[in-house]
């Protein structure tokens, strides 16, 4: 499991004096600002993992994209007693449909983190080549293992912590952290300071 741990410096503009008024409750308001400010960029996050990783929705595939990134990725909201918000990655790989697989004779090549990559003996289509076509097990990629029609085996690709551990995924969460955090913070110290 990967956990993506940023520290984002923020700079409070006058809201220090605000976080002394509120006293006790300056951490619910804390929480209440990095929740807020914590789904927004998650999303934004995922969606940096899809760009680095190079996933596409493939129109044979019976699983949807984001359905599958939101089974390999955790988030765990921030409370008063626990003033963090975080995202986790964990799992070996997604499948290579969603890795822009294109057949040659050779085998499938998918787009491996920023280039392509032949795995040998793989295959999502059926038939002989040139006249290929869609058949029942072409949801995935398989790939021959031993002699035999159903000895098959499915490669994974490249997993989401491998993804959160590259640069543009942490300046994507710090930037969308920055951005909006403050505001965040500002109008959740205001609705405590009003009662709320």
């Not at 949801?139 to 491998?162: F, I, M, Y």
């Not at 994507?172 to 009662?195: F, T």
């Amino acid at each position: 499991m990967s956990d993506l741990t940023i520290r984002t410096d923020v700079r409070l503009r006058g809201i220090d004096n605000m976080l002394a008024a509120a006293g006790p409750r300056g951490n619910t308001a804390w929480a209440r600002a990095l929740n807020r400010t914590g789904g927004p960029v998650s999303t934004a996050t995922k969606r940096s993992i899809r760009k680095v990783l190079g996933l596409r929705q493939h129109p044979y595939a019976k699983q949807r994209l984001g359905d599958v990134l939101k089974r390999t990725t955790s988030q765990r909201k921030a409370t008063a007693a626990n003033l963090e918000y975080s995202l986790a990655g964990f799992g070996k790989g997604l499948p290579l449909i969603f890795y822009q697989p294109k057949e040659a004779p050779a085998g499938a090549s998918v787009n491996w983190l920023g280039a392509r990559k032949t795995i040998a003996r793989s295959f999502y289509l059926s038939g002989k080549f040139p006249r290929r076509k869609r058949s029942n097990i072409s949801d995935r990629v398989s790939e021959r293992v031993g002699k035999g029609r159903w000895k098959l085996a499915r490669p994974l690709g490249a997993s989401v912590p491998e993804a959160m551990n590259t640069p543009a995924i942490r300046s994507a969460w710090e930037s969308q952290a920055a951005a909006r955090l403050p505001h965040n913070l500002r109008s959740a110290l205001e609705a405590v300071l009003r009662g709320y």
